[in-house]
């Protein structure tokens, strides 16, 4: 089977881990270009490539649609800001590509599911890039709820205390706007949500939020709370800042059962705090791989792989359009309850 053609568009802060992702894919996957408005951007992405593989030729491009006119492309990768991916996604998907978009998806549910629509009528596939679903640790929860372990699951907690100093939002005016990015809920917490839905397995019956802007010189909020309703009757409980002195703090998962209890902490929900069952399995014991270098954590490379198997025997990756729709759903309806 032939190597799957990958492209990248939008090579900024994350696309790094793109990259990587590919270079542990190469059996499967070859990047073949990489495009960015900032030329020097898209260079710097070809040379970390190339220094993997000093024999292939990745094309540099400063306009996406003249990539996707001249290059053989399979996937493209988008990382672009956050406002710009439902219109990058729709054009690339109508060149026939297949997509993998960074988070969020898009930022209207109506952008969402025309890409998912799209996708369905061309036979695409769309993969969103929450890639802690593959964290060792929360794969091996995951397996606990899907077993029942945890017997009535009453409620879980996400919690992302985090810093993004001023800084941070100056190196990129799109950040912290409405139009483009969204607050630290879409943006800083937005993986944890994910993974906490995931974990509660139900639809949202309602939300309440409260969200302000406390120290950041930014339009949307620097720190926000979300209380969630599920309709199994589950309660999901978020609190995200951006402002936690003076650095990052934790980003921790936990979920309470009437016969378990399990929290997932670490910088980035990368190590087991508390593992504890009314039952024992084999597994229980098994220790999980809990080194990162940073909050971006190591799950690019198997979200990737994931893909890439989806594409190759066409079934549909772990983390699907309707997937990646799910958090990005809960955030907007916490926006729309909480005008600041």
């Given amino acids: 089977m032939s190597k799957i053609k990958f492209a990248i568009v939008g090579c900024g802060r994350i696309s790094f881990k793109h990259v990587e992702a590919l270079i542990n894919n190469e059996e499967d996957a070859i990047l073949v270009a990489a495009c960015d408005i900032l030329e ?3 260079i710097e992405r070809r040379d970390q490539y190339e220094r993997a593989f000093p024999n292939t030729n990745v094309k540099i491009y400063t306009d996406y649609m003249e990539m996707l006119k001249n290059e053989d492309i399979d996937v493209v990768t988008i990382a672009t800001e956050s406002g710009y991916h439902a219109k990058h996604a729709i054009d690339c998907m109508n060149y026939g590509a297949h997509v993998l978009i ?4 898009a930022l209207s549910v109506e ?5 998912i629509a799209l996708g369905r009528e061309k036979h695409l596939k769309i993969c969103v890039s929450h890639q802690n679903r593959f964290n060792p640790p929360i794969q091996k929860l995951r397996r606990a709820i ?6 009535r699951i009453m409620n879980g907690t996400a919690r992302i205390l985090w810093t993004r ?4 939002y ?3 005016p799109w950040r912290g706007t409405a139009e483009l990015d969204g607050g630290t809920l879409m943006n800083q917490c937005i993986h944890n949500i994910d993974l906490l839905q995931w974990m509660m397995g139900s639809e949202v019956e309602r939300i309440h939020a409260e969200r302000e802007t406390f120290l950041r010189d930014i339009e949307m909020e620097d720190f926000g709370a979300i209380l969630i309703r599920f309709k199994n009757g589950s309660i999901g409980i978020i609190e995200g800042s951006a402002v936690v002195y003076p650095k990052n703090l934790e980003e921790t998962l936990s979920i309470f059962g009437e016969t378990g209890t399990v929290v ?3 910088l980035a929900v990368n190590e087991i705090k508390t593992w504890q069952f009314a039952d024992e399995r084999d597994y229980d014991k098994e220790q999980e791989e809990t080194e990162i270098e940073n909050v971006y954590g190591k799950g690019h490379t198997p979200l990737y792989k994931d893909f890439i198997d989806a594409i190759n025997n066409d079934t549909e990756p772990l983390i699907n359009g309707e997937e990646g729709k799910k958090s990005m759903e809960i955030i907007l309806k916490a926006y729309e309850g909480s005008p600041k």
């Avoid at 952008?111 to 890409?115: I, K, L, S, V």
């Fill in 165 to 168: 100093d001023n800084n941070y």
């Fill in 40 to 42: 020097e951007k898209a």
């Fill in 111 to 115: 952008d969402a599911d025309r890409m």
């Fill in 102 to 105: 960074e988070k969020p998806m």
């Fill in 146 to 151: 899907e077993e029942g372990r945890f017997g």
């Fill in 170 to 172: 100056k190196q990129a």
């Fill in 264 to 266: 997932i902490g670490g």
